[in-house]
């Protein structure tokens, strides 16, 4: 074996030290022609030469200048892929990992069997692939199967600028990976490939042998673009402005496409429909949802009507009892991918566009309108791309995917509202919501670049160049605003165990660190450090724990530590199927459509109160009665899941019953996937998930919400009664250990009636109060059984409950015979 690898090892090194053999591609002559006019091309040289002769490499250019689609090319053809090895790229975003790999195929006239791309949910990968796209997620899970990244000659890490999680912790990762592989004399090369030139971040990270890497700069070739700042103060309404910003282009404007920038899904829908009337455009628009029939009242009773088995015996599940331990190390199929999010917050609660305005425009020339987000379906991505009809002007309305992964051919105009839509988590208590804010004047210059590509062009800035000024140069880098648990697991699994020393580009903060820690300590993903010695060594210990066989089957389930934990016990009184589909269904975001949708007029005012009446009903089916409803707002997410997929799981099925189409089919491949992994890390388990499930018995019900208080334990929260507390503030509040104000069950939420004394949440959402999403509720006497570590035990008490002790500020609980003390501190609460 050795001999073999010695070989495989000199045969890369001569590949990479050799002058560079070429490679030829037959490229269509339109093609060539037009990659010619590419920045980028003028730089193969100085590039190549770089390449060679340095292990990493940082390219600068603006979006649009070819980096993506054309330094990969520039490596195929100078023999980098030519041995065994392959070229692999990263994209923090999907969109872009699956348009650039078709992109490129194309430019190069080769099949998608050699230019593939793999994101999180699937791939076209065959042992033929040279060129690799794939998300920052999915190369991170390959380290992970093996640390020196062998199939690879070439990492190149795109998009760089975006300071996605993962891509910090693969650049750190790769600091290391690098060296190693040079020492082994099989030399590994890095790219890393960024749109602004801010770079310093990382190149302290990639000096890797002493010596900082090159930076090669690549000329933008950007046509002068005139910035437009709005005189005003900018409005709340900056939907309606953008319409009339638009308006006002294409009436009186010279032709020239039009790409709007607004901060969401909802935002970017309501501005496409508002233009499509004003500037009407007969021929496309039509409705593509027109699949097989299915009557769906029918599919629900027969969903509903499925056996239920008689309860025989309260069933408890058992902590210690895992579906899932490794059976070894490295097995073949682990899949990839850790939850390589979407790019834009869901669309809760953003209030847009009240009212239709009264804009007067000449319907003469048509606008041809496309949205642009994340959550859009492909083919639907993919028009933006194409010429729009003769005749007509093209008009995009986008949220901040189109600012640097993907370029829009064609645009004059750029019309950017200066928002951007972030997820914001509080450190402490995870509570998180979705704020719109300013964005950085970086990103609002890259927004404006996508205005001069083919010629000038020009930026209007709804707002003034005051507001300008006040905006933080740079955006943040994601990692130090949300929480790692999921990294740090993911970490220790990579026997990282001292997290805090990692090279991180931009470590994240020591709180959010030791919240992660702890977390994993419990769920038991972690070996609990020792209690003993100095508090110094104490505190050291804490933050380098190692990861425990559970933690190592956690890792392997490409979700979220919590639902990993549900998953290890899911295969309890046979309700793994169901614990995949839940998990599944917690993990896609939004697979509702959003019932407050904003209105325009009367009637379609009233149609929505039907529709929304309706839809609630709907949910409330799901839900059923009794024994399921307690299972709350999961029994919903299951009922919409078994139902959907009952029926097909058609566009019409989710169209008539509330469903994000786009989200069902998400959740069907994960509920795939998660199978896989479970079979995979535990083949004796052996699940088949059948899409068609039947419903849970009253019996599975049970156990489910075990499983999920398991998963979900410091999500704990408790019931105030109103006769408890005097500040009416309380009022139908619960408390939760990490917080001192009421949290509250949403009027959407199943449980909202019935007000469980103690339930479990997904998240708290902060809207218009702090609302918790996806609620179970869970029984009293459970919690010293499944979570003692959060408990801190008394002595005998004549109640059983648990309840939150005023003097002490911890949860009391009571279990029979055997009484020991954890500490879950907890702030005091009057009742
Ligand atoms: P960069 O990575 O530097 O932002 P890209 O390599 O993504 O640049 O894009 C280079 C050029 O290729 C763009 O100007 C764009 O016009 C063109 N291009 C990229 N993707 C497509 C596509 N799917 N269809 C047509 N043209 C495309
Ligand atoms: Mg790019």
Redesign the pocket.
């Known amino acids: 074996q050795d001999g073999q690898r010695e070989k495989k090892i000199s045969e890369q090194n001569k590949e990479l030290s050799q002058p560079a053999i070429f490679i030829p591609v037959d490229r269509l002559p339109e093609i060539q022609e037009?990659r010619l006019k590419?920045p980028?091309l003028a730089e193969e040289q100085v590039i190549m030469e770089a390449v060679r002769e340095n292990p990493c490499v940082v390219i600068c250019?603006?979006?649009?200048?070819?980096?993506?689609?054309?330094v990969p090319q520039f490596l195929y053809e100078a023999g980098y892929a030519s041995g065994s090895g392959i070229i692999g790229i990263t994209e923090p975003r999907r969109v872009a990992a699956v348009?650039?790999s078709?992109?490129v195929a194309k430019e190069m006239n080769l099949s998608t069997r050699v230019v593939s791309y793999q994101i999180r949910y699937e791939g076209n990968v065959t042992d033929e692939t040279k060129i690799k796209f794939m998300t920052d997620g999915v190369l991170l899970k390959e380290i992970q199967k093996d640390f020196l990244l062998q199939r690879y000659t070439v990492i190149i890490i795109?998009e760089a600028h975006e300071r996605s999680v993962y891509t910090d912790i693969l650049i750190g990762l790769l600091s290391r990976i690098v060296p190693l592989r040079n020492k082994r004399g099989m030399p590994l090369r890095l790219l890393v490939?960024s749109?602004t030139l801010r770079v310093e971040d990382f190149t302290e990270n990639l000096k890797l042998f002493r010596t900082p890497p090159p930076v090669i700069k690549?000329d933008a070739r950007q046509f002068p673009v005139t910035i437009h700042f709005n005189k005003r103060t900018p409005l709340e309404d900056y939907t309606g402005e953008a319409f009339h910003k638009t308006c006002k282009i294409h009436r009186m404007l010279p032709p020239g496409g039009i790409l709007v920038f607004l901060t969401g899904q909802v935002e970017v829908n309501t501005l496409c429909r508002k233009l499509r009337k004003a500037f009407p455009f007969r021929k496309g628009n039509t409705n593509t949802g027109e699949d097989e029939e299915a009557d769906t009242s029918e599919a629900m009773r027969k969903f509903k009507k499925a056996k239920q088995k008689k309860t025989v015996s309260l069933p408890r599940i058992d902590l210690d009892n895992y579906s899932a331990l490794p059976v070894d190390e490295g097995d073949e199929d682990r899949e990839a991918g850790i939850g390589d999010e979407e790019d834009e917050g869901s669309d809760l609660d953003i209030g847009d566009d009240p009212a239709d305005t009264e804009e007067k425009a000449d319907p003469s020339i048509p606008l041809y309108v496309l949205p642009l987000y994340s959550l859009l379906a492909p083919e639907q991505q993919?028009k933006v791309?194409r010429p729009p009809p003769p005749g007509t002007r093209l008009c995009v309305v986008a949220t901040n995917v189109a600012e640097?992964s993907?370029?829009?051919?064609g645009i004059k105009y750029v019309v950017d509202c200066g928002r951007v839509k972030k997820r914001f988590y509080d450190r402490v208590t995870g509570v998180s919501s979705f704020k719109v804010t300013w964005t950085s004047q970086a990103s609002a210059n890259q927004r404006a670049g996508r205005a001069g590509?083919t010629e000038p062009g020009h930026c209007y800035r709804l707002y003034s160049s005051a507001v300008f000024g006040d905006f933080s140069l740079f955006s943040e880098a994601e990692i130090t605003c949300r929480p790692v648990e999921d990294l740090v697991l993911q970490m220790k699994d990579l026997n990282i165990d001292k997290v805090v020393n990692f090279p991180f580009p931009t470590p994240p903060s020591a709180e959010a660190l030791v919240a992660a820690e702890q977390l994993l300590i419990s769920l038991g993903a972690l070996k609990e450090p020792p209690r003993t010695g100095s508090v110094k060594e104490m505190e050291r210990a804490r933050l380098s724990c190692p990861i425990t066989p559970l933690g190592r089957a956690m890792a392997s389930f490409p979700v979220a530590p919590r639902y990993a934990k549900m998953l290890a016990l899911g295969k309890q009184q046979d309700c793994l199927p169901y614990v995949i589909a839940v998990v599944a269904a917690m993990t896609v975001r939004e697979i509702f459509e959003d019932l407050d949708r904003p209105t325009h007029n009367e009637d379609e005012s009233s149609k929505l109160t039907q529709r929304r009446a309706r839809l609630t009903q709907m949910r409330r089916l799901w839900a059923g009665q009794g024994a399921s409803l307690l299972l709350g707002d999961l029994m919903v997410m299951l009922g919409a899941v078994g139902a959907c997929e009952f029926a097909g799981c058609t566009p019409k099925f989710c169209e008539e019953n509330g469903l994000r189409y786009k989200a069902m089919v998400e959740i069907r491949k994960l509920r795939g996937q998660l199978t896989n992994a479970v079979n995979t890390v535990c083949p004796e388990v052996g699940v088949f998930v059948d899409p068609k499930m039947t419903p849970p018995t009253e019996h599975q019900v049970i156990c489910l919400r075990q499983i999920v208080l398991a998963g979900l334990g410091d999500h704990l929260a408790r019931r105030v009664h109103a006769e408890d507390v005097l500040d009416p503030k309380w009022k139908n509040g619960y408390k939760t250990p990490l917080m001192d104000d009421p949290v509250f069950i949403h009027p959407t939420s199943a449980l909202f009636k019935k007000m469980p004394e103690f339930i479990v949440y997904q998240e708290i959402m902060e809207t218009t109060k702090m609302y918790m999403r996806g609620v179970s509720a869970v029984e009293a006497e459970w919690v010293p059984q499944l979570l003692p570590q959060y408990c801190h035990f008394g002595s005998p008490l004549e109640s059983p409950s648990p309840w939150f002790c005023s003097s002490t500020g911890t949860v009391k609980c009571h279990r029979p015979s055997t009484f020991f003390r954890v500490g879950w501190q907890l702030p005091a609460v009057e009742m």
Do not use: C, N, W, Y
Request: proline share 3%.
């Open positions: 037009a590419l980028v250019g603006e979006t649009g200048s070819g980096k993506t689609t054309q348009s650039m078709h992109r795109d490939m749109a690549v993919a791309f640097t993907l370029t829009i051919p590509r």
